[in-house]
């Protein structure tokens, strides 16, 4: 490959990526706005059934579901932060790294969501602890609830930013080499 056609591949990924980057921040802005929302409710709701049955578990669980969604919410507040100042003007071989990584399915910086996700549903099973209503039933349907949308999230992936990422990676390759 010329230096021209690299220069104008690498023109046309950097647009694609400044395309998808934004596209990224609003979508994580709204789940982000999302979570801000429920905190305050959930907070009232939980004050509202701990006065009312004066049960521990309420207690629990509303305590639980809130903390979870602050955890969300201040994870996905992180990667809006992240995707929407996006340093373009790096260096190439850097840009392009730090693009690769912030496409790839799994990263470290997501095992924040697990606490919130364990504490969520520990607030789920403690509301309905002692009810008659099964943990069982409640973990199977949070499982299952977190599987699918794993699963959601990893078909868009694959056919929407995996093109993107191998992009990026052969491009890395050809700086490197």
Do not use: C
């Not at 999302?34 to 305590?63: A, C, E, K, M, Q």
């Not at 697990?114 to 520990?122: A, K, Q, V, Y």
Request: glycine content about 6%; cysteine-free.
């Amino acid at each position: 490959m010329t230096a021209h056609e690299f220069d104008t591949n690498l023109s046309k990924l950097t647009g694609k990526l400044k395309k998808e980057d934004r596209q990224y921040a609003t979508i994580v802005k709204a789940i982000q706005i999302f979570y801000w929302i429920f905190i305050p409710l959930f907070i009232v709701r939980t004050i509202r059934y701990y006065t009312d049955s004066h049960s521990i578990n309420d207690l629990i669980s509303g305590v639980a579901l809130v903390i979870g969604f602050l955890i969300i919410a201040l994870t996905f507040r992180k990667y809006y932060k992240e995707y929407q100042y996006v340093d373009y003007s790096l260096p190439t071989l850097e840009m392009l790294k730090k693009a690769a990584y912030r496409y790839q399915p799994f990263q470290k910086r997501g095992l924040w969501i697990i606490p919130g996700l364990l504490l969520m549903d520990m607030g789920l099973t403690f509301e309905g602890f002692g009810e008659g209503k099964s943990v069982l039933d409640s973990q199977i349907f949070f499982l299952g609830s977190i599987l699918f949308g794993v699963v959601i999230g990893l078909v868009i992936w694959y056919f929407k930013y995996k093109p993107l990422r191998d992009k990026i990676l052969e491009m890395v390759k050809e700086i490197e080499h």
